[in-house]
């Protein structure tokens, strides 16, 4: 294993403390049994790594890759809200809508529209997107 050594403004340091901060208070209120809290150089490594995530997740779905592959996007819904323990039933009522319709989406069938997607994703409490969607190729 490598160690690096990297230097912080004290502005920046005092921000990187204040969100570690406030991702162990969010912990703990989804999970009160949970006691463990991020250390800041954890949170660091968590940020990068989650970055490195993120690009290579947009490696696969770039529109001007060289592949010729058709794909169509796909959402983890379901998943989400099945880790969370969110039921179909509850996340209908807070958006108003039957829930057979929130189940076609959860199960792929149909994918929404921009704005039901973001209602959806607020809903399951902001999950990051690259979490959220998925290719398959046709």
């Given at each position: 294993?490598?160690?690096?050594?990297?230097?912080?403004?004290?502005?920046?340091?005092?921000?990187?403390?204040?969100?570690?901060?406030?991702?162990?208070?969010?912990?703990r209120h989804r999970d009160?049994?949970?006691?463990?809290?991020?250390?800041?150089?954890?949170?660091?490594?968590?940020?990068?790594?989650?970055?490195?995530?993120?690009?290579?997740?947009?490696?696969?779905?770039?529109?001007?890759?060289?592949?010729?592959?058709?794909?169509?996007?796909?959402?983890?819904?379901?998943?989400?809200?099945?880790?969370?323990?969110?039921?179909?039933?509850?996340?209908?009522?807070?958006?108003?809508?039957?829930?057979?319709?929130?189940?076609?989406?959860?199960?792929?069938?149909?994918?929404?529209?921009?704005?039901?997607?973001?209602?959806?994703?607020?809903?399951?409490?902001?999950?990051?997107?690259?979490?959220?969607?998925?290719?398959?190729?046709?």
């Open positions: 294993m490598k160690e690096i050594t990297i230097k912080l403004k004290d502005e920046t340091y005092e921000q990187i403390r204040e969100i570690t901060e406030l991702e162990n208070l969010i912990n009160k049994n949970r006691n463990d809290n991020y250390k800041i150089e954890e949170f660091i490594v968590g940020s990068i790594i989650d970055k490195m995530e993120q690009i290579k997740h947009f490696d696969l779905i770039n529109p001007f890759s060289e592949n010729q592959r058709q794909p169509c996007i796909k959402n983890r819904f379901k998943e989400i809200a099945k880790q969370k323990k969110i039921y179909i039933k509850d996340i209908a009522d807070q958006l108003n809508m039957q829930p057979p319709n929130i189940s076609k989406i959860f199960n792929n069938v149909s994918q929404p529209r921009l704005e039901l997607f973001i209602k959806i994703w607020f809903v399951l409490g902001c999950p990051p997107l690259h979490q959220c969607i998925y290719l398959e190729e046709d």
